[in-house]
């Protein structure tokens, strides 16, 4: 993979960070890019990848940040894309967040970070424990230390574990209390028609892990239904040979926070709609619009459906909303035309509806008009694919670590037709 420049660029289209490497790439080669911008809707619109004569753009949208890679030969794109993932994580970590105030805030530890995560446009260190001994993160303490000795918080060593066999550990980890955290997190993107058959059903899942344990362990991880993974991705630490013989997750893990494992199921008979939506909206005389949804729990196997908002864009002659909610809170954004309706946790015997008017501006008409319906929630201590860990066992050292597995359900790209 060779990238010969990355650039920064926020919502308003503005490039408040670039770096370049083997040569200096004018900023004019991103105009391809903003005239993409400007055709698509939304910001996750943009085409990830853009021809511009010689080079090619590669793009990622995240923290409301657009990260666009300019190459200059042929690479594979997936490459480049997880590389401006890694490096936005790893920014995360370093800085507690990762929004545009946060970069320029530590612009140096940024290109000391880019510096070091790609050498001369190929990937070189990009592990967030090899990072850490190499650039120290940005405490305050550190900064004090740095204006006092006019030193830079880069090592001069080289990580040990960098030339190891396991480059994603450090070496000599010790902790008081040993401990692994594991959260499975599941997101569901369903568009459903305004018949309520399902048109698509997917589930993108993660297995996110925490993990504070001294030496150099060896862990095991079972599922109870483990076919259910077909299209699945690892992290290097994964031992690839026992997955496809035994469908066991074996690894020596990270030190920290990393992503052991990510799987996607597609097969709609495999994935269950944990809540309904009812709705109708219509103006079909023109002048005003009646609204009439209801929400409420489907397939959650006793689970609590929380943080629940129902967002409906409504057409720009709408000039204002009255509603009548039975649970929860609405607001109307006259500026977006936006309708949000904020329930908040679904009691089972209290189904929330809301229902009301809009109105229209004065002369104007916006017949057939048929929004769709946008639904955010989380169901904890739940995984709507019914994947389930059966056991984690660790070898390799003594103690006996605290372990804690969770499940978390949460709304992806959930629409709703009208």
């Not at 140096?108 to 990937?123: A, T």
């Not at 967030?128 to 190499?134: P, R, V």
């Amino acid at each position: 993979m060779l990238i010969n420049s990355i650039f920064f660029i926020n919502q308003s289209g503005d490039i408040f960070l670039e770096k370049h490497w083997r040569t200096i790439v004018s900023r004019s080669v991103c105009d391809h890019f903003f005239d993409a911008q400007t055709k698509a809707t939304t910001p996750e619109d943009v085409p990830p990848i853009i021809t511009a004569n010689k080079n090619c753009l590669i793009n990622i949208y995240r923290e409301k940040i657009y990260l666009v890679a300019v190459t200059q030969m042929e690479v594979q794109p997936l490459f480049v894309i997880e590389f401006m993932h890694r490096v936005m994580d790893t920014f995360t970590e370093y800085f507690d967040d990762c929004t545009e105030t946060a970069i320029k805030d530590n612009i140096i530890v940024v290109y000391q970070l880019l510096e070091e995560m790609l050498d001369n446009g190929f990937p070189l260190a990009t592990e967030l424990n090899i990072l850490t001994e190499l650039i120290k993160p940005p405490t305050i303490l550190n900064k004090a230390v740095s204006m006092v000795t006019g030193k830079e918080g880069v090592s001069s060593v080289l990580p040990g574990s960098q030339l190891s066999n396991v480059p994603w550990r450090r070496q000599g980890v010790k902790y008081a209390n040993n401990e692994a955290y594991f959260d499975c997190v599941e997101d569901v993107d369903v568009i459903i028609d305004a018949n309520g058959n399902v048109v698509s059903a997917e589930i993108h899942g993660n297995i996110n892990c925490n993990v504070h344990l001294s030496g150099m362990p060896d862990l095991s991880m079972s599922f109870i239904n483990p076919r259910l993974l077909d299209d699945v991705s690892f992290h290097p630490c994964v031992r690839l040979k026992r997955w496809e013989s035994e469908k066991v997750l074996s690894f020596i893990p990270p030190d920290g926070n990393f992503v052991l494992m990510s799987y996607h199921i597609s097969s709609q008979n495999q994935v269950a709609i944990p809540v309904y939506v009812r709705a109708m909206i219509n103006f079909n005389d023109g002048q005003i619009g009646k609204v009439d949804i209801t929400v409420g729990p489907k397939q959650t196997l006793g689970k609590t459906v929380d943080n629940v908002i129902i967002s409906v864009p409504l057409p720009k002659e709408v000039t204002g909303c009255s509603m009548t909610t039975s649970v929860g809170t609405y607001t109307f954004d006259p500026t977006t035309k936006q309708l949000k309706w904020d329930i908040g946790k679904i009691q089972p015997l209290k189904i929330p509806t809301m229902r009301g008017t809009c109105t229209i501006a004065t002369g104007a008409t916006c017949k057939a008009a048929h929004p769709t319906i946008h639904v955010d929630f989380k169901i904890s201590q739940l995984a709507v694919s019914g994947l389930k860990v059966n056991r984690l066992d660790m070898l390799n050292e003594n103690y006996k670590p605290f372990k804690g597995v969770k499940y978390i359900t949460k709304a992806g790209n959930f629409q709703v037709r009208t």
